[in-house]
């Protein structure tokens, strides 16, 4: 009844909109010969039809949005302003719908998303630029917001169809972003950039899909979308990127107690190693030289250490926490001496590429102070639980089918990556509204504890219905 009761709302607030632009269209038809006026009016009609089919689409929407004012092509810059639109409107309308239906519950970790919210609002008040980090707080409120209400709803009572979507979404993504390479257009920015979205996303849902038992050319193309993405991460250079799919991926193996695919995998970079120093052992020493120098010691002196590109910039941030310790500079702002605009190409989401040599702990804690990184530092302890208590299912299920277990690996991937990296609690990079939205389903997903289980009348509906349920034999 409430259902059609909104469409016919929503009816009638179309034919009502169809009125009023017949009339201005009479009164004001400048309106409509201007491209702006024209493209604003598009797009709202773009989004309202979206909102229509809110559980299916406006997930994958959203990552697309912030994805495209992110990537190095032009259409970036239009989306810049677009996508907070459409952040705004998945939290209002899921909001909405949950406020409406009340089956869907919030718990100590939706808790902990308000109190960093609230606490990143508090230290605007501390920060030199006290309107820029009200803004930066605002835009974690509005992903938090949307992770906690409308990400959740894109997948309660479809889980099945949206981790095959998540599957389709990765192998298109990948190929697309390969292609672009092999035609030269570097289409994510930046080295880092392409790290992370191969690293952290690409190969540990690949790899999870590999896994599923489904049919033969799919499982093949599954591999071929694996390998690609391996590749992009290796030829990225990214060390923050192999470490964290090589841990994810590497856990992932063990979890599930598939040693034969991890000594397989192991095995064949070997044989690839081997050959290649056999039949062309000069061309092997300058290409392990070379990957020394760049990948190990980004092209600084070795006797300095592995780190040194990095000291600069953590060294930095330790004497700002030094400086501000108990309040921090301002969510999403620091404090040099200089003008505020000479921040914004660093900390504005505009530029959609990660800080070089960062970490997000360390920028977090420089931004809100000890203060007020308690809630963060919860937030993320509650995210490493979520996983012990994932992995210690597979251990003793040893059953790849489980919807919390790619999620889990994508969340050991992020966690590790973000600590060398600097996007985190950055709400305007695409990473991260994908990794928190992501997160914020994960932690519904989690198998529940033996005590939990004891305990419960009966099942949650998402424990009895995974993707065992329907997965496809071959």
Known sequence: MSDNLSKSVLIAGSILGVLVLAFLAY???????????????????FLLASIWAFRRIFFPLIVLTFLLAGVNLPVGGVWNIVRWFFLCAGFLVGAFIMLRERQHRFGLFHALALFAVLSAIVSSAVSRYPDFALLKAVSLLLLFGYAATGARLAIAGREIRFFRGLLLGCEVFVGVIGAFYLVGIEVMGNPNSLGAVTGVVGCPILLWGTLLDEKPIVHQRRLVLLGLSAYLMFHSLARAAMIAALIACGLLCLALRRYRLLGQGILIILIAMTASAIFNPEGFSRTMSSLTASVVYKGKDPTLGVFLSRQSPWQTAVESIKTHFWFGTGFGTTDNGADASAHLSR????????????????????????????????????????????????????????????????????????????????????????????????????????????????????????????????
């Open 27 to 45: 009164s004001r038809p400048g309106y409509f010969t201007s491209q702006t006026y024209l493209g604003g009016l598009l797009l709202l009609e």
């Open 347 to 474: 900390f504005s989401s505009g530029d959609g590429i990660i800080a070089e040599n960062g970490s997000s702990y360390l920028t977090i804690l420089t931004w809100v102070g000890m203060l007020g990184v308690f809630p963060f530092l919860c937030l993320l302890l509650m995210l490493v639980f979520k996983i012990l208590r994932t992995v210690r299912w597979m251990l003793n299920n040893g059953n790849p089918v489980h919807p919390a277990i790619p999620l889990a690996m994508l969340t050991v991937a992020g966690l590790i990556h973000a600590g060398f990296e600097d996007w985190l609690f950055a709400p305007g990079y695409y990473l991260c509204v994908f990794f928190w939205s992501l997160a914020f389903v994960f932690v519904d997903l989690v198998p529940a504890s033996p005590v939990q289980q004891m305990f419960s009348v009966s099942p949650p509906r998402l424990m009895r219905r995974t993707l065992a349920d329907v997965a496809p034999t071959r």
